[in-house]
């Protein structure tokens, strides 16, 4: 904040590069009165909404099966490894000519980036759960169905939240890269118009906008995790360890 204060206060307005903040708001109010801002947002929003839906479906039921069966983390554990290594801005250009340049392959492209923190904190905390859970299961003769409701999802709900909430980031990420590589409404395609139009005032003013963007999602997810994950809940070997030992 300090910073900011001295910039305004010691910069030039007619600066090309380094223009004080009070200009990124008038850049940005340019923007949203032209009606063009806002529309960026939501297409932004709604492929990273969507993208993170279909990575944490996928993620939390490849992540479980893969804790469940030892046989299938060990058939599938190299190819999840060698694509798990594949950077997602290279996966763009391939995806657009399998795909095309559309909605879908900006959606696939950021399924793809934020699949692996998801996939790998589900099957991390599928092999933490400790055996007392299975010993409840059987205990109370639950079916497949309510051991899955009742038992295994919430114990894995607080990891799931917290993958999700890291998979977040890289979900902004990709999307406004991919907007950028391909021109594609959005947030990305406004911020390279304006680096490209050589209008710095804009440019660090959508870098605000994308930041708070960032910031609004996070204390969505956090919001989420504080209200579905229930306090006290056994969750792993080292959280059974750790009551035990304060018993």
């Known amino acids: ?11 030039d307005s007619s600066s090309p590069y380094f223009p004080p903040p009070a200009t990124w708001v008038d850049a940005v109010a340019d923007r949203i009165q032209a009606g063009e801002l806002l529309p960026a947002m939501v297409q932004t929003l709604a492929s990273v909404s969507l993208g993170l839906a279909v990575a944490t479906t996928l ?15 060990r058939y599938l554990g190299s190819t999840l490894e060698f694509l798990r290594t594949l950077p997602p801005p290279a996966v763009v250009p391939v995806a657009a000519l399998i795909v095309g340049v559309n909605g879908p392959m900006k959606v696939f492209v950021i399924v793809f980036a934020a699949f ?3 996939v790998l904190g589900t099957f991390a905390a599928v092999e933490a759960l ?4 299975w010993d409840v299961s059987r205990s109370l003769h639950l079916t497949k169905r309510e051991k899955l409701i009742k038992v295994t999802i919430p114990a ?15 979900a902004i990420i990709i999307s406004l890269l991919t907007e950028m590589l391909t021109s594609m409404p959005g947030l990305g395609a406004t911020l390279l118009l304006a680096q ?3 209008n710095a005032a804009e440019v660090f003013g959508l870098l605000v906008v994308v930041g708070f963007f960032g910031l609004a999602l996070n204390g969505f997810l956090a919001l989420a995790e504080s209200s579905l994950v229930r306090p006290g809940y056994p969750q792993s070997n080292a959280s059974m360890r750790d009551r035990s030992q304060a018993a």
């Open 196 to 198: 490209r139009n050589f």
């Open 1 to 11: 904040m300090l910073l900011l204060l001295a910039w305004q206060v010691l910069g």
């Open 130 to 133: 400790h055996p007392l859970l």
């Open 59 to 73: 993620g939390v039921t490849l992540g479980v099966a893969l804790g469940m069966s030892q046989a299938l983390a």
């Open 116 to 118: 692996w923190p998801i």
């Open 156 to 170: 894995l709900l607080p990891a799931i939240l917290t993958a999700i909430r890291v998979a977040a980031p890289l």
